[in-house]
């Protein structure tokens, strides 16, 4: 089994900046994917960013694109996401989950470990 927890979320003004947390513990040997997805009430969850542990391709949703970046330290089993320029239509619960499937991809059905959120909110 394994476990997934965010944290870095929290309540900040259009054009901050704000980093998000995902620390994986438990069963990780054979992940291959860590990916962060968000979701806004009444809407279907949407993938931000997946880091493919292995080649360390990143792939980004083009709403995005050059305002978040996807990192990872191994040493501490983290994987970050750095948010800037953020803008009110951020504003989402963000996850972190782990695919142990291969490629890597944005779907959401492929990732099998999911943390419980952490609250982004931006205010203009």
């Known amino acids: 089994q394994m476990q997934v927890e965010e944290s870095g979320g929290g309540s900040v003004q259009t054009g901050d900046s704000l980093a998000l947390s995902c620390l994986s513990s438990?069963?990780?040997?054979?992940?291959?994917?860590v990916g962060w997805f968000r979701q806004v009430p009444g809407k279907e969850r949407e993938a931000v960013a997946v880091l493919s542990l292995g080649s360390g391709r990143t792939d980004y949703a083009e709403s995005v694109e050059r305002r978040f970046t996807i990192s990872r330290d191994d040493a501490k089993k983290a994987v970050y996401l750095q948010m800037t320029d953020l803008r009110v239509d951020d504003t989402a619960m963000y996850y972190c989950?782990?695919?142990?499937?291969?490629?890597?991809?944005?779907?959401?059905?492929?990732?099998?470990?999911w943390g419980q959120g952490t609250q982004v909110t931006v205010s203009g």
């Open positions: 438990g069963a990780t040997v054979g992940m291959h994917c």
């Open positions: 989950a782990t695919s142990f499937s291969l490629p890597c991809t944005m779907w959401i059905h492929d990732f099998d470990y």
